[in-house]
T-cell receptor, first 112, second 115 residues
């Protein structure tokens, strides 16, 4: 069963605009969330994370928002750049604290 | 580059053969995780190892799959008698600490194709 869901397989955004990538989860025990970015033929690289005690975490152009009541988080990229074109995975460690549950990913294309 | 190294990057096997995937973690990291990504899917946890110990193999198929992380040398994921359904990208990650609340550093993956 998919405990982390990314329902949009793809997203296309113009350069300079905001990209919003969404993620839903079903396990209310999750208390930490991570976003990974993946280019073709490479492994995922860590982008940004958020603890459940916060509702927002910002790092440069990247901001993650967490809505615990809705079991929803989103990644905002402002302004979007062509180099941001990649697959973005939302992930959360399971109850063990180490095994990451990944969503299926959203493929972002930023067009010039 | 002191990142996670995986080899081979691409591996082609015929049904029934064995596949051996190697992973060298970031220097100083003693925790290794293997994930599998099937086409159009997210990464799925397979196994977590520390040096010489398997901590959690709950995500690994019960048959044909095994993993080790010896005292010396890389971690090995071994798949015996491969079948077409084993075709996937296999990613190794490492971390300095056990918890997933710390970033796991991923290697570039091994893409296994079973003919």
């Amino acid at each position: 069963d998919q405990q982390v869901k990314q329902n949009s397989p793809s997203l296309s955004v113009q350069e300079g605009r905001i990209s919003i990538l969404n993620c839903d989860y079903t396990n209310s025990m999750f208390d930490y969330f991570l976003w990974y970015k993946k280019y073709p033929a490479e492994g995922p690289t860590f982008l940004i994370s958020i603890s459940s005690i916060k509702d927002k975490n910002e790092d440069g152009r990247f901001t993650v928002f967490l809505n615990k009541s809705a079991k929803h988080l989103s990644l905002h990229i402002v302004p979007s750049q062509p180099g941001d074109s990649a697959v973005y995975f939302c992930a959360a460690p399971n109850n063990s604290g180490y095994a990451l549950n990944f969503g299926k990913g959203t493929s972002l294309l930023v067009t010039p | 580059n002191a990142g996670v190294m995986q080899n081979p990057r691409h591996l082609v096997r015929r049904r029934g053969q064995e596949a051996r995937l190697r992973c060298s973690p970031v220097k100083g990291h003693s925790h290794v995780y293997w994930y599998r990504q099937l086409p159009e899917e997210g990464l799925k946890f397979m196994v977590y190892l520390q040096k010489e110990n398997i901590i959690d193999e709950s995500g690994m198929p019960k048959e044909r799959f095994s993993a080790e992380f010896p005292k010396e040398g890389p971690s090995i994921l071994r798949i015996q008698q491969v079948v077409r359904g084993d075709s996937a990208a296999y990613f190794c990650a490492s971390s300095p600490l056990r918890t997933g609340n710390n970033e796991q550093f991923f290697g570039p993956g091994t893409r296994l194709t079973v003919l």
